[in-house]
C-alpha cells in the first residue's frame, strides 16, 4: 500500500479518536477527501518543479505512534533556548508532553490544540479561525486538516503580550521505524498585542521522520508578531512546513526561517494582507551541504494599499545540496502604493550543488514599488586577498566571509540570545573559528 | 629590511612594473611619488602579495626571505602590512571581531595561544583612543558605511593594532580632508620606532608635510626614475611630474 492509501484508509482509525460530533469534523471530512482526490504533489506540478517527494513516500511511515515516549529535560536541554526563560509546548512523537512543558493560562493562552479542538470555551474562537486561511486546495495543508487533532494554539487577547516567548519544539524518539507527524497550530494576537515564538523539529535518531506542519496566524491591528523557525534537524527528517499569515491594518509579522539540516525541507511561507499600512517580512538563511535540499516558496498577497513587505533570503550551498527560492508577489488592484522586496542571494561552494531561484511578480496596480533580485555567486576575491592581508589564511577568510553573508540577515531578529544560537549554528557550520566571542 | 631587486611583474602578460630596484632599512620612511598609472598601488600589491600579479624577473626579500610563493597571510604573519587605498567593505563582521580574528590569526602562525579577552580589550581601547575613534565605530561592520576619512582611519587602526615591521601606505591620504589626514598622519608617526618601517605612497606632497620621509623616490612607467631626500617632493610639486617625465625621456 502506498502512503496516500494508508493515509486515507487511516483516517477511519482517527475517527475513533476524535469528536466526529465538533463542527471541526466536517472540515476534516471535506479535507480528507480533497486529499484523496489530488494525492500528493508530483514534479508535474509547477510548484514541485524542483522538490520530489518520491523517495520520501516510498518510505512506510507510522501514522499513528504505539507508545507514548519519555524523555528527560537532560537529554534535550540544548534544543531548548535554556539560556532565558520561556513558555514550552513540547511533542514527543507527536504526543504532547506536559512533563517537558511549560504552558499558561495567565492573560493569554499558550496551550495545546487538542484542549481548544475540544473544549466548548474554545469554540467560538475555533469558529472564527480554524482553517480559514489554510489552503483548501493544496494536498499536504488538506492532508494535515484531515488529520488535525494536536499542536500549538496560543491566544494572545487585546493589548497583551505573553511575559516570555514561546517555544514550540517536536522531538522524535526513534520508537518507531519511520514516523509521519503532522502537528496543526494556531495562533491569534489581537489588537495592539504581541508574541514571539521559536519552532523547532527535532529527531534524537537515524530513523526516518516527515512531518508535514501546517500553521495559521492571525495578526490583528497594530499587534506584532515574529516567528523564528530552527531548522537543524538530523540528517534523516524531512519538513514540509506551511504556513499561512493573515494580517490587518497596521500589524507587523516577521518571519525568520534557519535552514541548516534535514533531508528534505519545503516551506510554503504565505502572507495575506487584508489591511492598510502592514509589514510582512520574511528572511531565511540556509547553509546545506551533503545532498541536503531545501526548498522555499513564498507567497505575499497585498490586498490593500499603503503596505509593505521585505524579502531577504540568503543561501549557501555546498557539496551535492540543492536548494530552491520561489518568490511569488501579488499585488492587487486595490493595493496602490505598495512597497514590495525581495532578495535572494546565494553562494554556490560547490561545482555539484544547484539553487533554482525564481521571483514571480503579478502586479496589477500601477502606483506601487516591486524590486527584486537575485545572484549566484562565489566568494569576493578582492574581499578575500584584504582578509589574507590582514594574516587571516584564505580557508578561514572565505569561512568568515560566509558567515558575514550570512550573519547579515540576522540583524532583525529580537531575542539576543536566539541571535547569538544562530550566529554560532552559522559559525560551525561554516566552520569557522571565530576569534571572538559572540 | 626589505630588498627589492630589479623587480618585473605585470597583470596578464602586460608588464606594469619594470625593473624596480629599492631598499628600506629599519627606522626610515620612504616615500614613492609619481603619476597615476607609474605603478604605485602594483608595487604595493605586489609587495603585499597580491595573487592577481605575476612577478616575472626579479626578487623581492623581507628579513632575508625571498617573498615569492609566499601567501599574503604568511606576509601577514611576517610583518608585513598594506594600508588600502580603496579598503574593501565587509557588511556583517565588525571591526572588533575582525581585529580579534586577524590577531588571533597571527599568533595562531606563530605558535602562540590566543590573546586573553582582556588583554585584547585593552589594547583596542589605547589604540583606538590614540587615532581618536569612537567606540561605537569599533561595533559597526568593518568599512560598511564609512567614510572615505573613516576608512583609512580604521585601516590605520588595523595597523596600531597588527603592529607590522613594514607598513606601506597606499594612498591613505586621498579623500581625507586635513583634520583627518592630521588625525592618520599622528598616528602614523607615534607608531614609528627605529625597529619599523614605513612605505608611503603617494599622489601628492601635502602628506609629507605631516609624515617626514627619509627618501622620496619618483615612479614612472614601472620604475624608479629619481631618488632623494625629502626636498624632492618640493621640488615635484612645484615642478609637476612632466619635469621627471621629460627628464626620464632625455
Redesign the interface.
Known sequence: MDLKDKLVSSFMAFENNVDIEHPVHDIRTEAIKNFENHGFPNKKHEAWKYTSLNNLLKIDFSIFPKEVNALEYREVKKYFLHEIDTYKIVFIDGIYSSYLSETTHDGVDVCLMSSALTKPMYKPVIDVYFNKIAAKDESLTTLNTAFSREGAYIYIPKNKAPKKPVEILHFATGNEASLMLQPRNLIIVEENAELQVIERHQSLTKNDVLTNAVTEIYAAKSAIVDYYKVQNDAKTASLIDNTYIAQKDNSTVKVHTFSFGGKLTRNNLNFYQGGEHIDSTMKGVSILGEKQHVDHHTLVHHQQPNCESHQDYKGIYGEKSTGVFNGKIIVDKIAQKTNAFQQNNNILISDKATINTKPQLEIFADDVKCSHGCTIGQL????L??????????K??AA??M??????VLASVRIPELKKRINKLIANKLGVR????L | MLKIKNLHAGVEGNEILNGINLEVNPGEVHAIMGPNGSGKSTLASVIAGKEEFEVTEGVIFFEGNDLEDTAPEERAHMGIFLSFQYPVEIPGVSVTNFMKTAINESRKAQGKEDMPANEMLKMIREKSEMLDIDRKFLSRSLNEGFSGGEKKRNEIFQMAMLEPKLAILDETDSGLDIDALRIVANGVNKLKSNDNAVILITHYQRLLEYIVPDFVHVLHEGKIVKSGSKELALELEEKGYDWIKNEAVV
Open positions: 569576493d576575491e578582492e574581499a586577498y584584504y582578509l589574507q592581508t590582514r594574516g587571516i589564511p584564505k578561514e577568510a568568515l566571509l558567515y558575514a553573508f550570512a550573519n547579515n571565530l576569534g571572538f566571542e
